[in-house]
Each structure stands twice: as C-alpha cells, then as structure tokens.
C-alpha cells in the first residue's frame, strides 16, 4: 500500500511517504503504551491545556492547513478553512466542558453510596477517511486526548500530508511523543494493530467493506469498535415546506465538498403538489454554481478526490440512466478525463437503479415525486443505510411524530443534517454504531467504572 499525495486538479503527485516496517510499528504501540501510562496519570486539567494549546496552533496556521486539504483532495478553499476552523470549535468545547461531562454519576441503589467514574483504557486505534481529512480525525482524537487515552491514526492513502500535519500540531503543543502518533501502515499491519494487547479500541469512518474487515477483527480480539459508514440521506419535502428554503438548504447540503460527504442530502424526496417548483428552482440555483480551482475563493464545486472515485460515480450515473433515469442537467464531466463533475439533476429514479439504493459521492442529485406522507417515510427508510435525514414541512408537531418513524441517526427538522461537536453523531442499520461527540463520544472508549459504598 503506498501512501501518496496527488493534487486531484491535474493528477500530479506532490508527496511520497514510506509504509513503516513492523519493527517500526512494534515501536510506536510499544511507546505508545508507555505514554499512556503517564498521560492517563495527569490531571484532567493539564490535559485540557495541552488541547487548548492543540487549538491556539490550528488557529495560528489555519491558512497553511486549509491549503493542504485543498491541495490533497480537491476541497473548495473556503470549505477547508470552514473544516479546521470547525475543529478548533470542537477542541474549545471540549475544553470548555469536559470537566463537567466527566464528573462523577451518582446512582441510588442498595449501597451507602453508589455512583459511575470514567476512566481511560489505552491505545484507540483509528481509522478515517479523506473527505474532511482533519475534522474526522479531530472528532475523534480530542475526547480521547481529553479522556486520557493514548492514540494512533490510520489516515486515508490519499492525505497523508494531512495526517502528518495533525501529528505535527499535536507535538507543538507540547503533547509528549507517542500519545499520538501516525502509522503509514498496510491493511495487514492494520490488523496487527486491533491484535496488539496496548491497544483497547478502535474506530473507523468510512465504506461498508472497510467497516466490515475490522467490525470482524475487533470482534475476534474482543475490542470495543465504533463504525460510521456513510449514508444515503433522505431530504424530504411535504406539501407545505417552504420551498426557496429548502432549496438554499438543499443545494448546500448536496454540493458541500464537491458532493463527497456522509451526511449530505443524497436522496430528494418531493410531495407531487411541489414537485415542479423545486426542480425549477433548484436547477436555477445549481446552473449558477461556480466549478473549477478549488484555489479560488469564488469556487463553488472542486474536484473528485480520485480517478477512481469520478469512475464509479460515471458508473452510476449512466446505469441509471440506461434504466430509465432522465438527466434534467450536467450527468457528465467538465471535460473528458478531468476529475471535475457538473453539478447534476436527475428525475425518474426507480427502485434497482444504483441511484436508488448506492451511496453517491459527488454533485449528483436525484429527486423522487411521491404523492402523500406516507409514500415518503418508506421511500426513506428504503435504504440499507441509516445516518441522517432532512424533513421540511409548517407542521412541527406532524415532523416530529413522523421524524420517529424515520430510521436514523440524526433528523433535521426545516434545516440541514450536520455534526456538531455538542450533539452525539452516528448512524444506524449499515451505517454503523456507536456513537462520536458530545458527552457520549467522550465516554465511548472509557472504562464506565461502578463503585459501591456499604
């Protein structure tokens, strides 16, 4: 497995890196088990420092950072800076609140006294995506950091400039070498990761494949896993939803990151009494979105990431349009073999066609015309995947009874699915378990120890 960086704009690569040798991996678990020893003895609030710095220094070099996920992967310049100023919100929060989100849980029972503390564990072992090459990584790094756990990160094969940059911040803060460390490892030494016995954990973001091989290696290891597999996210608009905004929610929602997110609007799901508006309008909206250097401020869509990724969206995209799929605008790229995608509109989506069921990553949109209420719950809920739902309608009190019946994650009622580091973050059926942020998050990888008093 080779890990390099290559600008998706003009496919050059930039930067080579070295898979390390199982010696050399040997050594980091092996120091990383040591400094969890010491970091897990620190106070709670020494570490909180050690983040608050994490953070001053994101701060400081923010433009250097946002420039490095642009280059690695094609993200728009004012959606990088958005990425890391996000993640500085999560270190604040963190830091603002653990304290309290850690404190002791006092529960009534037989005992004089009877109450839950939360203790780190070891080494968390994670595994991330590309996509939002520092926002995964920091929402997952920063409540363990905080725990105190020690930590070592898998990075995508296409950002490893990211992940050394992350690396770097964490080690200008201050935080001791070996509390956090990168691996440029191979799928067979990731297995020899989730086997060592100093590590006590392990969470991934990414594909149903992925999330599958080590879900089965965490499992014969017996070690506590966390899975977020990405979405196929229902955005669904009732008679009565306010269209211009739902469309301003909606073009955002899909077209953020080039279209290549989790949580993004990936299915619309339009009552027929509204049908037309919204077509109309969101075509107007994505004709007048601007695609091209993801360098320039004004740009709206970047790049795919890969070669391979603007393949298998070509794929869908044209199976379903040989079975029947109508290409209302774009369908096809920039130009023949570049990596940029039309922001695209797609009608006449039925069920079997890779546009119904597959996750798509990319400025694709298809629009479902369903006649009542009903016929849109299960239109959603008709997916293997579960992460998060957008529903749209005046009637807060029918959203709220009908956002029960939708099965996932997260649903956003007249507004946009997003994580946010105060709120817990997961999916449900094939999008995984467990879940990332808020208290929740940061007690996932804890040792949630009972005490009794008689």
């Not at 280059?71 to 919100?89: D, F, N, V, W």
Request: charged share 25%; net charge positive.
């Amino acid at each position: 497995m080779s890990y390099k960086s290559i600008n998706p704009v003009n496919g050059k690569i930039f930067k080579e890196y070295k898979t390390i040798s199982n010696s050399e991996l040997n050594e980091k678990l092996e120091l990383g088990n040591k400094q969890f020893k010491k970091w897990s003895a620190l106070e709670l609030k020494d570490r909180i420092l050690y983040v608050k710095k994490i953070a001053k220094h994101l701060k400081n070099d923010l433009e250097v950072h946002a420039k490095n996920i642009t280059l690695e992967m094609g993200k728009p310049i004012t959606q990088a800076r958005a990425e890391i100023e996000k993640s500085i919100l999560l270190c604040n929060y963190y830091c603002e609140n653990a304290e309290q989100l850690l404190s002791k849980e006092v529960y009534k029972s037989n005992a004089k006294e009877s109450y839950v503390v939360y203790e780190p564990m070891g080494i968390i072992y994670a595994v991330m995506p590309w996509n939002f090459p520092y926002w995964q990584v920091f929402r997952f790094l920063i409540p363990n950091l905080i725990l105190g756990n020690a930590a070592v990160l898998k990075h995508a094969s296409n950002v490893p400039g990211s992940a050394q940059k992350i690396e770097e911040v964490v080690l200008k803060a201050g935080v001791p070498k070996g509390v956090f460390q990168n691996l440029f490892i191979n799928y067979k030494q990731s297995e020899k990761v989730i086997e060592s016995d100093y590590v006590w954990g392990v969470t991934l973001t990414g594909s149903e494949y992925a999330g599958s091989m080590v879900a089965q290696a965490a499992g014969k290891n017996i070690k506590k896993s966390i899975l977020e597999l990405g979405g196929n996210d229902s955005f669904i608009l009732l008679h009565d939803a306010d269209v211009d905004t739902a469309v301003e929610v909606g073009v955002s929602s899909r077209m953020n990151n080039s279209g290549q997110s989790c949580i993004a609007a990936k299915r619309f799901i339009v009552h027929k009494n509204i049908f037309d508006e919204f077509v109309k309008k969101y075509l107007s909206k994505i004709e007048k979105l601007s695609i091209g250097n993801p360098m320039e401020s004004s740009t709206d869509i970047g790049p795919i990431a890969t070669k391979t990724l603007i393949a298998e969206l070509e794929e869908q995209v044209n199976k379903s349009v040989k079975q029947g799929a109508k290409i209302v605008v774009g369908g096809e790229r920039l130009e023949k073999a570049s990596n940029f995608y039309k922001a695209t509109l797609i009608t006449d989506i039925k069920e079997g066609m890779p546009l119904f069921s597959e996750e798509t990553f990319g400025p694709v949109t298809p629009v479902f015309k369903v006649e009542n209420d009903e016929e849109a719950i299960l239109l959603a809920n008709n997916t293997e995947l579960g992460l998060g739902a957008s529903l749209w309608t005046k009637d807060i009190e029918k959203a709220k009874m009908l956002a029960r019946k939708i099965m996932v994650g997260t649903v956003a009622i007249n507004g946009m699915v997003k994580s946010d580091p105060r709120l817990p973050f997961g999916g449900t059926k094939k999008s995984g378990f467990g879940r990332e942020l808020s208290d929740v998050g940061l007690k996932e990888f804890s040792n949630m120890k009972t005490i009794n008093i008689f």
